[in-house]
């Protein structure tokens, strides 16, 4: 089951926007590097872009949509 977008909605009016951007340590080929969100509906955009290949066999996607 896919993570409903709604609830990240909810969760983007509860942030103080006067805190700043959002700053997460993301892995790269060459380490770490800093994502940065200028608002938290960016991140939701690239929280629910976080997915499984169609290739996964189909046990193992529902693992990780229930993970």
């Known amino acids: 089951m896919p993570l409903p977008s ?3 909605e909810s969760i983007a009016d509860a942030r ?3 805190l700043g951007p959002l700053v ?12 940065e969100f200028s608002t938290l509906a960016e991140w939701r955009d ?3 872009g976080l997915g499984l290949r169609r290739a996964v066999a189909e046990i193992a996607a529902t693992k990780f949509e229930r993970a």
Do not use: E, I, K, Q
């Not at 892995?27 to 994502?35: A, C, K, L, Q, R």
């Open 6 to 8: 709604d609830c990240l």
């Open 16 to 18: 103080d926007p006067s």
């Open 24 to 35: 997460a340590s993301w892995p790269t080929p060459g380490g770490v590097s800093n994502v």
């Open 46 to 48: 690239f929280v629910l």
